[in-house]
């Protein structure tokens, strides 16, 4: 029976993976000062991955009808190293010159960042305040960027929602593979080593109880 629950189990872990979430995009640039489109609606909540090299990272998007959306930003909390200063901009293209208007501008120091461990992920964050912003009908430009424009970060748009157990599992093998962990840190996360926890209890009185009735004397 064990043997099955085993298989079984090593067979979701393995598959789990693959089935990605959808509220998680890879930021893909060509070249520099590319602006990557936000193909999602603003009204859901999803995160984009990406890392800054050398250059800012432009997102956009048409808005069609007065939206008010929350940003936030988050990276990797690596032991002994302190958080990049990031800066998040939002734009607004003018209608006539093509010109921009600045809607919002925030500018996160080293010291404006709160220490959370997500152990669904497997991973600690350092995470900045969020920004809200109401956007008129327009085109939109969201600009991340450090003194340096160097380091990895999560830019969620939306408020955090609860996903399904293989979705969370699914989100933290990506991020992980993002971060450049090993497969085998997926076993960090609590949607993995718990399940694993009560898999390996379950064996045990299993097996005790086995052995409990063969030390019984017959009669």
Known sequence: MHHKLIFFTGLFLFLAPAVFANDLVYTEI????????????????FFFLGELVDFPVM?????????SITLQLQQA????????AFSLLVVRKNTYDGGVQE??????TTNDWQFVERTDWGIA??????????LSPGAYRFEVSTPENRGKYLLQFGESTAVGYVATIAQAHQIQ????????????SSHVYYPLLI?????????????????????
């Open 30 to 45: 060509n070249r520099p000062y590319e602006v990557v489109d936000i193909s999602k609606p603003l009204s859901e909540s």
């Open 59 to 67: 997102y956009g998007t048409e808005v069609y009808a007065t939206t």
């Open 77 to 84: 909390a690596v032991p002994g190293v302190d958080p990049n």
């Open 103 to 108: 809607v919002a501008r925030s500018t996160f």
């Open 125 to 134: 964050f350092w995470q900045s305040d969020s920004t809200a912003v109401t």
């Open 177 to 188: 593979e993002f971060y450049g962990y090993s497969p085998l840190r997926i076993l960090t």
């Open 199 to 219: 898999l390996f209890i379950f064996i045990l009185f299993q097996r005790l109880w086995k052995y409990r009735r063969l030390l019984q004397p017959r009669e």
